[in-house]
């Protein structure tokens, strides 16, 4: 599997930023896709997760109602739209795949190599 990721960037407080992540699963079965999110000093930190078949997106409580996590399964992309940005959504952002339920968990399988998310005041 590999999974890379796009379109992070610089933004001002309130801006907005699409991440992209192109997946090749070189025919492994994958259940769930995620975000993830690390800043520096602080843990791994899931921002959303959905079934790989695109039902039950779960977010994390700090980015519900901001950002939302669809694909594009024509094209093997996932997807992350981030609005209304804030200082505190400055990490780096990574893209994850897991073989197996439940996809609400940290512990995932396959990992990008992330994209920089930084948003100024």
């Known amino acids: 599997v590999h999974l890379s990721e796009s379109g992070g960037g610089s933004v001002q407080a309130g801006g907005s930023l699409r991440l992209s992540c192109a997946a090749s699963m070189y025919g492994v079965s994958i259940t769930c896709l995620g975000w993830f999110r690390q800043a520096p000093g602080q843990e791994r930190e899931r921002v959303a997760s959905i079934y790989a078949s695109g039902r039950s997106a779960v977010y994390a409580d700090s980015v519900k109602g901001r950002f939302t996590i669809d694909q594009d399964t024509a094209k093997d992309t996932l997807y992350l739209q981030m609005n209304s940005l804030k200082p505190e959504d400055t990490a780096m952002y990574y893209c994850?795949?897991?073989?197996?339920?439940?996809?609400?968990?940290?512990?995932?399988?396959?990992w990008g190599q992330g994209t920089q998310v930084t948003v100024s005041s």
């Open positions: 994850a795949a897991r073989r197996y339920a439940p996809c609400q968990v940290r512990d995932f399988d396959y």
